[in-house]
């Protein structure tokens, strides 16, 4: 089976790709490498240096290779950046996508699409969130991926291919970047391990769900697994669990051997107090449930970082 991986180069893409290749699927990435790196993915996968809003590219692309499966993870990711310039955010991520569904559409391939949890709920009174909450997403980046979800199942529907969404949590893990807004555990582990000390906004009392990369991952493959069940859905990907960011400091701070309390700033205003997803629906479908615990998964997450910082 050919399977395509947009965002491929990125963070969660790279490791997608790895599990893939693994496990025998023909395997390519697509990515602009604007965060994404061609040393993440092993040398001998294809990889496709293309921009999603090059609609010609795309097109050419696809005329060229066709796919069973495309994971579309290639996006803006960055919640501030889309606050600051929504437009830039709708171009990759609303725009972008449509462009992925246009050139592709002949193909009638089934569309595995990574959504936010976080984003798109707001927030809720009830959790951990189930997919049947009312979706209210406060930042640009959070309604673009709703624009998405919508657009690409409506419109993958008609074309005769599938689409199915997967609205992630928090995601951490080995090569996520340390040095964005997003990607708390990242930038903790990297300014602990170079003996600086991080910032918590607020009190640290807000809660986030945090779900480590290899269970996400695992949550890719248990969907491709069950096409039957798994097309024209949407799923949560979380552990269910809320951690305070107190206490994820805590955990990372005993895995590195970090012995100072966090600096405390204002808080951010419009942040969500607090997160997490229910994943009983995926499990329902695939039997998928988290297997990672935080303090194991923060464990590998330092280990990674420590290497990387010798190396
Ligand atoms: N990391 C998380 O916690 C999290 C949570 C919810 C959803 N997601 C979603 O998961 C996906 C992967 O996120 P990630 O954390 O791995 O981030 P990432 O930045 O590492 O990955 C995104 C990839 O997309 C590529 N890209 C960006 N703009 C592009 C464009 N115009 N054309 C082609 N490629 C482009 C980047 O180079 C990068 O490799 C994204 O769709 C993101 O919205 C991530």
Redesign the pocket.
Known sequence: MKVLV?????????HLCEALHHEGYQVFA????????QE?LPPTLPLYQ?????QDALNDFFEKNSFDVIF???????VRTSVDSPLTDA???VL?TLNLISAASRQKPWII???????IYGEKVSLPITEDACPQPEAP?GIA?LAGELYGSRLMKLYGGAWTTL??????GP???PF?E??VVAIFTYRMLQRSIPHIYGDGLQTRDF?YVEDVVRAFLSVLKHPDTTQGETYNVGTSQQTSVLALYQTIAEAVGFPHPPKHLPPKPGELRHNALSYQKLHQATKWSPQVSLSQGVRQTVTYFRQLQKS
């Open positions: 947009t965002g491929g180069a990125g963070f969660i893409g790279s697509l990515d602009n490498l604007s965060t994404g790196r993440n293309i921009d999603l809003r090059d579309h993870l290639a996006a803006q990711v960055d171009e990759i991520n972008g699409f990574a959504s936010t949890g976080g984003a980046y991926k609205r992630l949590a928090n995601v951490y090569r996520q970047n964005g997003a990607g779900v």
